[in-house]
């Protein structure tokens, strides 16, 4: 990503210096990166401005599942002030970092750092939630939504059955500018979703927690406060809604009983949105004519779960959108120039909302 003129560096890498307490004019402190996404650190380098230097520090031998630091990584980080970090490796080691100021996520998602860290951090957290990770889930959405108007899971069968039929749908499917879609939540991969879908024609209307004025609805048609405004109309129900006590459960049989049109529920946010046997339930008696899934309350899904052999539901294993490193890198040192020009960083977590 080099875009600044070599007329510009030396600007940026003074107001670089001043943002943070090196001892150079010059110089601004190195970025850490602690990350298990391969080629993460290469990409760091191919993107960095001149003067920025990455150190990454090799985790190879670091267990994913307790990846706590040894002495000796514990010492290679322990000036860091800015770093790039899995969830985990952030919230088992950010105590090693005394003097960090900036830590960027590369995870959408912070659910295990307000779960592993008990108070709020000193040091500024963003999270991975730029353009193109949003781009990515809104083509999961898209992709589902079409795979579902034409029957491809059963023209899948047909095929290895040999079989040529175009009953039901295949033949009179809906086009995307026919279909309403409500999307809970309406930040960054909402608005994105929204984009995409309202650039075919369809309807889009759009559930937050604070209202919105007509002015910020952007590509949704419209946003609302109200769960009863957005379900009783929608043919797709989509969730974007991180993990918060706020959330948990706002979805329940009783309140998919709203939804006339017995939508298809895409879940792309977190699990905890409606409990599993409200869901099978859900399902069961046709409030749900269907349900795309790739989150769930626990992951992996346990085998014992009713949701595997229900034929209406698809199941991913969350990877609706990965992190992928180009994406990081670019992302970040957007967000990097945007804050040493004075205009703050964006996907700031929000730590007592929980996202």
């Known amino acids: ?148 108007e034409r029957q491809t899971k059963q023209c899948w069968k047909n095929q290895g059955s040999k079989i040529w039929s175009q009953e039901g749908k295949m033949g009179n499917y809906r086009t995307l500018d026919e279909l309403t879609v409500s999307i809970l939540g309406a930040g960054n991969m909402a608005f994105e979703i929204a984009k995409f879908l309202k650039s075919r024609g369809t309807t889009v209307f759009g559930f937050a927690k604070n209202p919105r004025p007509s002015t910020e609805f952007g590509w949704f048609d419209k946003i609302t406060i109200e769960l009863n405004d957005v379900l009783p109309d929608c043919d797709y129900l989509c969730n974007t809604l991180p993990n918060t006590p706020l959330t948990c459960g706002i979805l329940n049989v009783s309140v998919l009983q709203m939804c006339k049109k017995k939508p298809v529920f895409v879940n792309v946010g977190r699990g905890n949105i409606i409990p599993e046997n409200d869901l099978v339930q859900a399902l069961k008696t046709g409030c749900l004519s269907g349900a795309v899934l790739d989150v769930f309350e626990t992951e992996p899904l346990p085998e014992s779960s009713l949701l595997w052999d229900m034929p209406q539901v698809t199941i991913t294993p969350h990877v609706a959108a990965i992190s992928r490193p180009e994406d990081i890198a670019d992302e970040f040192f957007k967000q990097f120039l945007s804050y040493t020009d004075g205009h703050g960083l964006k996907n700031v977590v929000k730590w007592f909302a929980g996202y």
């Open 1 to 148: 990503m080099k875009i600044l003129s070599e007329i510009s560096v030396r600007y940026h890498m003074l107001k670089m210096a001043a943002c943070f307490s090196s001892s150079s004019v010059y110089a601004c402190p190195p970025i850490y990166i602690l990350s298990q996404i391969p080629n993460l650190a290469k990409c760091f380098e191919e993107s960095a401005l001149p003067g920025i230097r990455i150190r990454s520090i090799d985790i190879s031998d670091v267990s994913p599942k307790n990846p706590v630091l040894d002495e000796e990584k514990i010492n290679a980080v322990k000036n860091a002030e800015i770093a790039v970090c899995d969830g985990p490796l952030l919230a088992k080691n950010y105590k090693h970092m005394p003097d960090l100021k900036w830590a960027h996520c590369t995870w959408a998602g912070i659910d295990l750092l307000i779960k592993e860290i008990p108070e709020e951090p000193k040091f500024t957290i963003t999270r991975h939630s730029g353009e193109a990770f949003c781009s990515i889930m809104a083509e999961y959405v898209v992709c589902h939504i079409l795979n579902n």
